[in-house]
């Protein structure tokens, strides 16, 4: 499979939310990277159901739902009414974590789990298999614009490593600190997904930085 980009709508305009929304939707993007915060799990809030809503009116792709919240299961349902392809909760936020996976798949989504950078890949053991996806916190969340961790690389190999024994179809999604100096070795270390928010919109040309960063070729070039 090759890898899919995800572009961070929490990086767009957002006077201009249906004007980078139609851009993304006439790129080479796989999905919208949609990011909900709430000021308690981390320090930062986001958005809404109202910008939610907002951005699957206009949205031709798949919308990647990334819940930075306590309590997700009191949303996971209205997240996916509005629009939500896939839905992720962090495994630091849910006490009951085979449960709120059951929900999310229940509700009619793909189910994936977010790790902070502190956490390790190997408490996943026993929830692999009922993953969809697993995204790789490579920065601290609540905050764009941050810098890669570099021992998220390792942690992307061991948890590459965990799902050929228990789930060859798992997607490893990594998050933070993307752009294409280091794209080539996440690549290589066995990331499918990758979410880049600033690295995309800051440039004079998203469409074309999108493109690049689907291009091997291109990516090798930009190795480090």
Not at 42 to 57: C, D, Q
Not at 124 to 141: Q, R
Not at 183 to 202: K, P, W
Request: glycine share 6%.
């Amino acid at each position: 499979m090759k890898h899919l980009i995800a572009p961070s709508v929490l990086s767009a305009d957002f006077a201009n939310l249906q004007r980078d929304i139609e851009l993304i939707n006439s790129s080479d993007a796989d999905w919208f990277h949609v990011d909900i915060m709430d000021g308690v799990f981390v320090p930062n809030i986001s958005f809404g159901f109202p910008v939610m809503e907002a951005i699957r009116k206009y949205a031709t792709k798949p919308l990647d739902v990334h819940l930075m919240i306590i309590n997700p299961d009191e949303y996971i349902e209205r997240f996916v009414k509005a629009g939500a392809y896939m839905v992720t909760v962090h495994y630091e936020a849910c006490t009951h974590l085979h449960k709120t996976i059951q929900t999310i798949k229940n509700a009619g989504a793909k189910a994936c789990v977010a790790l902070n950078p502190h956490t390790p890949v190997e408490l996943l053991t026993d929830i692999l298999g009922d993953l969809d996806m697993v995204l790789i916190m490579s920065v601290n969340p609540g905050f764009g614009g941050q810098h890669f961790i570099p021992h998220t690389l390792d942690k992307i190999r061991r948890l590459k490593a965990m799902s050929v024994k228990l789930n060859p179809d798992l997607l490893i999604e990594v998050d933070g600190g993307i752009s294409l100096l280091n794209t080539a070795d996440l690549l290589e270390a066995g990331a499918d997904v990758l979410v880049a928010g600033s690295a995309i919109f800051s440039t004079a040309s998203p469409a074309k930085t999108i493109t690049a960063m689907k291009d091997v070729n291109v990516i090798k070039q930009h190795t480090i």
